[in-house]
Each structure stands twice: as C-alpha cells, then as structure tokens.
C-alpha cells in the first residue's frame, strides 16, 4: 500500500487540478479576508479573524465533489486500476490508498486557505478573539467532518466505472445535504412566536404574538439536532460560525459517516466488475 500511496502523491505533484484547487484555496482565503476588512471600512464595525478562519468548512465538499471524482476517474478511463490488479496490488489496498490521498489533499486545501487567512488577515482584521479551546473544538470536528465527505466520496468515485457519472453523482449529492442542512437549520431556528399585525377601527396597528405552527417542541428537536449533525453540510454551518453546540455527537456521527462510507465502499469495490 506505500508504493500505490506514493503513486498518488506523485500523480498529485503533476496534476494540473490539484494545483488549480490549491490556488483557488489560497485566493479564496485571502478574498474573505480583504472582504471583511472592506466591511469593516465602509460600515465601521470590529471583525475579527473569527469571521473567516473557518470558512472553508462552508465549500470543501464542493471543491472535493469536483476534484476526487476527476482525479481519481481517470484510474477507471485509463485502466490504472485494472493495470494496479494486474501487478498485483490487492483490491483494499488501492481503495484505502485512494482514501488516504482524498483526505490527504483535503487537508492541504484547508490548511492552504487558513495560512491565507493568517498571511492576509492578521495585518488587516487582526487575529482570533475566541479561546484556544473553541479553535481546537472547531479545527477537531471540522477535521472530522471533512473526513467524512472524502469518505462518502470516494465510495462514490470508486465504485463507479465512469468519470462524469461519479461527477455528477457526487457534486447532486453535495447539494442535496445542502439544501438539507439549511432546512433543518431553519426548521431549528424557528421562533416559537411570531408576531401578527391588524389594523383598528381608529387606525391605529396592533400586534399579536401567535404561536408559530412549525415550530419544534422539545421531544422533536433532539431529532432534528441529530440529523443537523449527521449531515456534514450541517457541521460545516456550525464549524464556519465557531459554534458547534453538540460536539460529542457531532464528533460521533462524523466517525459513524467516515466509518459506514469507507467500510461499505470497500466492500462495494471487492465485488466491483472491471472490465
């Protein structure tokens, strides 16, 4: 398995997309940072490198829904794979090598764009002003949750014969624990009144507080805080605000992802038919 990890980072070192990737991290942590500074400017209000330090939690499974399916589809359009089989290379060793360079450029690209955010925006926004433990907490789960999406991934990815299928598939999958993440959020954010205006005989406006009929009552939010968490699209909106507010679920449901995707992906892929 050293000798095919060792492949794949040299495949890395050469490939065009990894440097693409690479660079639009560090131009996108730098972007967020200008930003807020131009904010502060305008509108005249403090910000502080909180805003922006975990930014990338927000879009690192959409940079990886493109990247992984065309780094590693190529294996399947130019036979690596099969070739790998050939020279004797065992079928889990290539996919846990496979898995292990997908988590290895996530955390190059994270990492990328928060030395960006430390080169740009200590000089313009100043540095963090939460605790050392909140970063740790946060730079922890969001390890964990970026793990997780190169895990759903790259099951994806390898057990799907064509390049542009896995593209698809991953990059509609994005979205859908997206739209996902933002309605539970919502669904939890949801005031339990709201307020109602009429207009009196006089003229005059009143208002009434009526009782906000989506609103979770407390034997339902559990769930829905649940499936918030196991969504990795939900951790990156706690993760990029610093505020994750169950961390030891959060941490569980991230390994019960990383664990269910590359234990039945692996499975998948033994069984897989390469022609």
């Given at each position: ?32 940072c ?17 805003s ?43 996919y ?7 988590l ?31 970063v ?14 190169c ?19 991953c ?19 949801a ?51 610093l ?33």
């Open positions: 398995m050293i000798n095919l990890l060792s492949a794949n980072l040299f495949r890395l070192k050469r490939s065009n997309l990894f440097w693409t990737a690479f660079g639009l991290s560090a131009g996108f942590g730098a972007f967020m200008v930003t807020r500074y131009r904010e502060q400017f305008l509108y005249n209000y403090e910000v502080s490198l909180d922006v330090f975990f930014g990338w939690a927000m879009v690192i499974g959409l940079v990886l829904s493109v990247f992984l399916p065309l780094f590693f589809g190529t294996e399947y359009s130019d036979g690596t794979i099969r070739n790998k089989i050939i020279a004797g290379h065992r079928r889990h060793a290539i846990w090598a496979n898995l292990m360079t997908a290895l450029s996530a955390v190059v690209f994270c990492a990328t764009y928060m030395l960006a955010c430390v080169v740009v925006g200590i000089p313009l926004i100043g540095w963090l002003s939460v605790k050392t433990s909140v740790l907490l946060n730079g922890l789960e969001a390890f964990l949750m970026t793990a997780a999406w895990a759903v991934f790259t099951a994806i990815v390898m057990n799907c014969g064509r390049k542009s299928a896995s593209a698809v598939s990059i509609l999958l994005f979205l859908l624990l997206f739209i996902g993440a933002f309605t539970v959020y919502q669904m939890l954010d005031p339990e009144f709201y307020p109602t205006y009429s207009l009196t005989v006089d003229g005059q406006v009143s208002s009434v507080m009526e009782p906000n009929p989506v609103y979770l009552t407390e034997d339902q939010r559990p769930f829905y805080e649940f499936l918030l968490d196991l969504n990795p699209m939900g951790q990156a909106v706690q993760c990029a605000d505020a994750v507010i169950r961390p030891i679920q959060a941490v569980l449901c991230s390994l019960g992802v990383i664990t269910a995707a590359a234990a039945g992906g692996a499975a998948l892929f033994q069984r897989k038919d390469l022609k």
